[in-house]
């Protein structure tokens, strides 16, 4: 099913779904662990929140999640304005907070701030 003769495997297509893309992945096309990284601190962010990775039904600054939950992600007060509602505070503030911050370092603009994927899932 792959490639034959002179066609190429190789594609300058930009692969990804919206909200999820890695920035260095919408402009440069190239998938690394570190795109995966990031695009698993969206979902976080995702859980956290109750919210879509995109959603353009809400005002303008709220549309990208981590352009709208990034400066509450740091503060466990803070943190509690972006929190599901529908989780009714049913949930550990340490874990909560433990969550937010991997879900921060996972979506840096810098893949070399990311984790790498083994530590993210061994986070306890």
Known sequence: MGPEGSISHVTTRVMGTYGYAAP??????????KSDVYSYGVVLLELLTGRRATDKSRPKNQQNIIDW???????????????????????????????????LQCVSPNPKDRPKMPAVVDVE
């Open 24 to 33: 260095e992945n919408v402009s440069t096309g190239h998938l690394t662990t």
């Open 69 to 103: 939950a990034k400066p509450y992600l740091t503060s466990s007060r803070r943190l509690r304005c972006v929190m599901d509602q529908r989780l009714a505070g049913q949930y550990s503030v340490k874990a909560d907070k433990d969550t937010a911050l991997l879900a």
